[in-house]
């Protein structure tokens, strides 16, 4: 498995503006354009420029757009109440209220929630917890773990070992978990076996599932873990037809858990009826067979508004580690009530003001347009998603055409628009992609600028390198 490009872009050919020769934030090679304001879907820079936000921050996270006055006083408030206590000695009315909101609105397939602070936090989090369970089953040799490649599940040694982008990995490779195994990640159009149906292609994967777990022996194994929709690692991809009706099966089969992973595909970001992915029937298609036992969410849920993450967990789990006396894991911000009273806010809000409604119309809308604006464009490979959660797929192979969705990415910024990269080959397939996944609030207006300036960015950057 080879990976020639980074593929997260976070320097970009903008950034050489600045008159400093580095910026002190170790990440950054050069500096970066400095943004000193946020309204809505709009950064103000330093040097002037107003750039509209189609990344929802650059990471689809702040689903409501910036200057929420009302999440602001509900932060100011719930810290003039009670900034702090901690989860271990006291217990606090906005984190049992989300929790309690959260299984609700799940339709009670999940009964207890935690709540964290990252998404790395809370993929390593339900991964103990998994195999906490199967402790507490009495099946301690139960250690593996089946992920996907590619497939990015966060930073931390933990989460990334479960994760698989080698350019993300290399330097620490010797620190990573060895209990994870990697199957395929579904990316129907970009595999060979294009001549086959979805159906026939998803039929193959989860052989090669099933072949990994016969591998590994089922009694051995925690459990498996996917995005329902994958972000960052392949630049968008919503599963192939019958993909997880299948995968489900299978893990039932054997007995296996289901982690989901909703970071950056749930909280509403996917479209559908609510808050989760996994329930929209456009990416799990049997909503009766296809439930997680695990779920983690982060991003969407604070809105960048708070740090927050959350792992939820369905009957069996709760049962079986409450029966115990309940779960071990602490972190000091556990269930921060500042964080969790605003992220309920984030979220009635979303109920509120209908905005996965506007998420399902803003996405179909985005895509019809995005098609028809990049019909002329030779170089568009595909364009896909779930909700507004969009990746346009650009032809090119990285080897060909180095980093040309980071270019388009740099072309677009100087446009005015924010956007994110996702360039790479992986294992010999082309990976030059850019997300969109602006907030929930966009308007109708903003979604054609978007693709107006998107289309006009690509079509600069391919005359260039004529
Ligand atoms: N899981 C998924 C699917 C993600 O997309 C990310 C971040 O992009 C993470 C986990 C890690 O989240 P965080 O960056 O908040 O640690």
């Not at 580095?22 to 420029?49: C, V, W």
């Not at 026939?200 to 099933?210: F, G, K, N, V």
């Not at 028809?372 to 959660?389: C, K, N, Q, S, Y």
Request: charged fraction near 25%.
């Amino acid at each position: 498995m080879t990976n020639t490009v980074h593929p997260f872009n976070t320097d970009t050919d903008v950034i050489s503006e600045g008159n400093k020769a580095h910026s002190t934030l170790l990440n950054h090679t050069k500096p970066q354009p400095i943004a000193i304001e946020g309204s809505g879907l709009y950064f103000m820079l330093e040097d002037g420029r107003k750039i509209l936000d189609a990344i929802s921050g650059g990471a689809a996270v702040n689903c409501l757009g910036n200057g929420n006055k009302e999440l602001t006083e509900v932060f100011v408030n719930q810290i003039n109440k009670m900034a702090f206590s901690y989860h271990q000695s006291l217990g606090n009315e906005a984190a049992e209220g989300l929790a309690n909101y959260l299984v609700e609105k799940s339709d009670e397939d999940f009964k207890s929630a935690v709540f964290l602070n990252s998404g790395s936090e809370a993929v390593e989090a339900a991964i103990k917890l998994a195999r906490e369970y199967w402790v507490k089953m009495g099946q301690p040799q139960r250690t593996q773990i089946i992920s996907r490649f590619p497939s990015y599940h966060g930073t931390t040694l933990g989460a990334l070992g479960v994760g698989n982008i080698p350019s993300r990995r290399d330097v620490s490779e010797p620190l990573l978990a060895k209990n994870v195994y990697h199957v395929t990640s579904p990316q129907y159009k970009r595999q060979s076996y294009v001549n086959k149906t979805e159906e026939e292609y998803s039929l193959r994967l989860s052989h090669e599932l099933e072949e990994k777990i016969l591998e590994i022996g089922s009694e051995n194994i925690i459990g498996f873990i996917a995005e329902p929709v994958v972000g960052a690692a392949l630049g968008v991809m919503p599963p192939p037809k019958g993909y997880f009706p299948l995968i489900k099966k299978l893990l039932n089969k054997y007995g296996l858990l289901l982690i989901f992973d909703e970071v950056m595909s749930g909280s509403g970001r996917s479209g559908g009826d609510g808050l989760f992915a996994y329930k929209n029937k456009q990416i799990s298609e049997d909503l009766d067979l296809v439930k997680p036992d695990i779920l983690t969410m982060a991003k969407g849920l604070g809105s960048g508004y708070v740090c927050i993450s959350s792992v939820l967990s369905n009957e069996k789990i709760t049962n079986k580690i409450r029966e115990s006396g309940g779960w071990k894991n602490s972190h000091t911000y556990q269930n921060h009530p500042v964080n969790c009273a605003v992220a309920r806010k984030v979220l009635e809000i979303f109920e509120r003001d209908n905005l996965i409604t506007s998420v399902n119309e803003r996405g179909e809308q985005l895509i019809s347009e995005l098609k028809e604006a990049t019909r002329d464009i030779e170089t568009i490979f595909d364009v896909r998603g779930r909700g507004l959660f969009v990746g346009v797929e650009l032809i090119g192979s990285s080897t060909l055409t180095p980093r040309l969705a980071a270019r388009v990415k740099d072309k677009a910024f100087e446009n005015g628009l924010l956007i994110m990269a996702i360039s790479g080959t992986i294992d010999g397939v082309e990976g030059e992609s850019v997300i969109l996944a602006p907030a929930y609030t966009v308007t109708k207006e903003q979604i054609s600028e978007i693709v107006r300036l998107l289309a006009k960015s690509i079509k600069e950057v391919i005359i260039e390198l004529d």
